[in-house]
């Protein structure tokens, strides 16, 4: 990050000033990416960021307006969230880092006393940073924050205050830096690499990119590994289907995958190539007879299974008509050799006989583990709803609608696509 003060909004000079129109999905090299304490990621550039894997960019002072009153904001340093709770007075605390100052924040509310000078919140390191990341011990000796100026890191020891500089070898120099799901990624320009925190190794093969892994963005080029990028993605699915042979369908974003029967290894493709008629993002999708049931919006749209698949004559067609339910809605699935579509619309499961016509939705229950989910399947094993980078285990829909408590919580990349992290 050069140390240059920049001067207020109105004279901020290219993409990054006041009101621009920023998108993700060009090659964006992020200034700082950091989680809040709802688990909301924050990309932040110039004096913009983006809130979560997807979405539109906003003025940062809409988030955290005094950065602005105190610094004509066009740019961020480094950020971090101090999570440590054992320390009540910093966790769950935001601190950005702008030239020589740092702001805290709780709960979006600049702390009082702050901004002060870095040197005098974090004896020992220094101004104009490029990035930071928090990391608790076990993953690095003790409770620390890693520091990034250059090619010099610095090891702060939280408790103590005791700052240990390290040379991190082979490691690109980190414009900003993230932990997430408890791996450490330094970003540079818009391609990543996930380190060791105690030594800086990087192992596997990197860089990648990160609009392929970070963000919903279609294919940027020929390098683009569509498959370990679907399987691998922190985005999460917008819905997860298995048909009457047992194939797996996951989808997000403009693409698929898909997993045949008794294979252990998957395929992706573009929306666009299997389901043209889709085209990209879809709310949900169910299999019900050799059918594939496949809502966008307010619309349903039905594929006989196949090679091709192919699309029934008369669709798309109303969900009202179809379901019987107003769209949109989260998801919806049915459970092996039933005929019964449960439907999740926010926190209200509605049952939908599909036998039945009219097809009439009957509220089965609600369930309020989560105030909204992303997609959900049925099966053998009992029932797996999605949330973010995670999926969550029932043994049957009444054990569902009847839990108090949440679930263990499974890592959707790990444990249901076999990526390494």
């Known amino acids: 990050m050069c140390p240059v003060i920049h001067p207020p909004f109105a004279t901020l000079p290219g993409p990054d000033h006041h009101g621009a129109q920023m998108d993700r999905c060009e090659e964006i090299e992020f200034d700082v990416i950091t989680p809040d304490a709802k688990r909301i990621t924050y990309f932040f550039k110039g004096d913009h960021v983006f809130k979560g894997f997807h979405g539109k960019a906003e003025l940062s002072n809409q988030s955290f307006a005094e950065l602005d009153d105190h610094h004509h904001l066009g740019h961020v340093d480094a950020a971090f969230l101090m999570h440590f709770p054992d320390r009540p007075t910093e966790h769950d605390h935001i601190f950005f880092m702008l030239d020589t100052k740092v702001f805290s924040y709780y709960k979006h509310k600049l702390e009082t006393g ?3 000078d870095i040197s005098e919140v974090f004896p020992g390191i220094p101004d104009h940073l490029d990035a930071a990341v928090v990391c608790p011990a076990p993953d690095c000796e003790e409770d620390s924050v890693i520091f990034f100026k250059g090619d010099e890191i610095y090891h702060y020891n939280v408790k103590t205050k005791k700052v240990d500089e390290k040379k991190f070898e082979g490691m690109p120099n ?11 990624y330094c970003f540079h320009g818009h391609q990543f690499s996930k380190f060791d925190p105690k030594t800086g190794e990087v192992h596997g093969r990197y860089p990648k990119e990160a609009r392929d892994y970070f963000m919903k963005c279609s294919k940027f080029g020929d390098t683009t590994d569509h498959i370990e990028r679907e399987r691998c993605s ?75 698949h192919t699309h029934l004559d008369g ?24 005929h019964i579509a449960h439907v999740i619309k926010g926190q209200t499961v509605y049952d939908v006989d599909l036998k039945a ?65």
């Open 114 to 116: 702050f901004p002060k």
């Open 174 to 184: 980190c414009t900003s830096a993230f932990r997430f799901m408890e791996h450490y």
């Open 234 to 308: 922190r985005v999460h699915l917008d819905a997860i289907t298995s048909d009457d042979a047992g194939n797996i369908y996951a989808f997000r974003g403009h693409h698929f995958l898909e997993q045949d029967a008794g294979n252990d290894t998957w395929a992706a493709a573009t929306i666009e190539s299997e389901f043209k008629e889709l085209h990209s993002e879809v709310d949900a999708v169910f299999s019900y007879e050799n059918h594939l049931y496949m809502i966008k919006d307010d619309m349903v749209y039905v594929y006989k299974v196949g090679e091709p």
């Open 315 to 338: 669709y798309p067609k109303p969900l009202k008509e179809v379901l019987g339910v107003e769209g949109p809605i989260d998801a919806a699935f049915v459970c092996q050799d039933h």
């Open 357 to 421: 016509s009219p097809r009439v939705p009957v509220k089965e229950g609600t369930f309020t583990l989560f105030d909204k989910v992303d997609a959900g399947m049925c099966g053998p094993e009992g029932v797996k709803v999605f949330k973010g980078n995670h999926y969550f285990h029932f043994q049957s829909m009444k054990i569902m609608l009847m839990a108090r408590a949440i679930p263990a919580e499974h890592k959707t990349a790990l444990e249901l696509f076999g990526c390494d992290h």
